[in-house]
């Protein structure tokens, strides 16, 4: 059975950091795609970084410079660290997978390609 289940979610005030982890299972995910997306109250899930199998790293506008995303291939992980975070960050964070065939260089930017998802972990940031 394939699962995806992030944790290291919080509370923090702006400017404090926090990082995530997204356990995998059942999923040889060392050849997909991996990705993390938030969803803020009242608003459409969003992407905001992705890692290929070949470590090739993207990232929303957004959080650039602030989020790093990574992979621990021994451990089956993918972490997304997250610095000086505001209170615009807030939401429920989500750890996905394109299980599809993967076409170098990049990951999809169809959210409809997603199609493994965890259940989420909630970032709160107060002012």
């Known amino acids: 059975q394939v699962e995806l289940v992030e944790s290291g979610g919080g509370s923090v005030q702006t400017g404090g950091s926090l990082r995530l982890s997204c356990a995998t299972y059942?999923?040889?995910?060392?050849?997909?795609?991996m990705a993390w997306f938030r969803q803020a109250p009242g608003k459409q899930r969003e992407w905001l970084s992705s890692?290929?199998?070949?470590?090739?790293?993207a990232y929303t506008g957004s959080v650039k410079g602030r989020f790093t995303i990574s992979k621990d291939n021994s451990e089956n992980t993918v972490s997304l660290e997250m610095n000086n975070l505001n209170p615009e960050d807030t939401g429920m964070y989500y750890c996905?997978?394109?299980?599809?065939?993967?076409?170098?260089?990049?990951?999809?930017?169809?959210?409809?390609?997603?199609?493994?998802w965890g259940q989420g972990t909630q970032v709160t940031v107060s002012s």
């Open positions: 996905a997978a394109d299980t599809h065939l993967w076409t170098p260089p990049s990951c999809s930017t169809d959210f409809d390609a997603w199609n493994v």
């Open positions: 059942g999923l040889r995910y060392r050849y997909y795609c």
């Open positions: 890692i290929t199998p070949d470590a090739i790293t």
